[in-house]
């Protein structure tokens, strides 16, 4: 190809490689929603958006029926006399949203004893299987580890 001046000029195209696609899709969270709700409405379930704003599930104890900021670094909750992850907690308030974004306090005490021992068999298994991360909160699972060490003495 020549230019105005009349000067050969060679052209040279790269092969340009795709640098994100999938491999950012399976990290972004809107890519993540999305996939959760394709499979979910595959499977004739439904999904319910919940905003965090309005439910605040992270401040709520259904116990005391009131809202009490938390900072981010406590991992676990005091609710009703147990000690709780506050992620775990939180997710446990969004299944028992209403849908005027508000918990249903009902539903939360019904479900709570349930929850309670959903979360003990996590912590048995994550200490059966030594695996320790720090955002669970690793004061739930040192106390989760003396209790089971009590119990075996006892027996």
């Known amino acids: ?61 259904h116990a ?10 406590d991992r676990e909750k005091m609710i009703d006399g ?10 446990f308030i969004i299944f028992h ?3 005027e974004n508000k918990p249903d306090r009902e539903g939360c005490l019904k479900g709570f004893k349930k929850f309670l021992i959903c979360q003990d068999e996590l912590i048995k298994e994550m200490i059966h299987d030594n695996f320790s991360n720090p955002n669970f909160g690793t004061k739930l699972i040192n106390t989760k580890k003396q209790q089971l060490q009590e119990e075996s003495a006892a027996a």
């Open 97 to 99: 949203a209403t849908d």
């Open 1 to 61: 190809m020549t230019d105005r001046t009349g000067r050969k000029r060679s052209i040279r195209k790269f092969k340009r490689r795709k640098r994100f696609g999938g491999s950012i899709l399976k990290h972004a969270p809107s890519g993540f929603l999305s996939t959760i709700k394709r499979k979910v409405t595959a499977t004739c379930g439904i999904v319910i958006d919940v905003s965090a704003s309005k439910l605040k599930a992270s401040q709520y104890d």
């Open 64 to 73: 005391s029926d009131s809202y009490e900021k938390v900072s981010l670094s």
């Open 82 to 91: 147990h000690i709780v992850q506050r992620d775990c907690y939180s997710s």
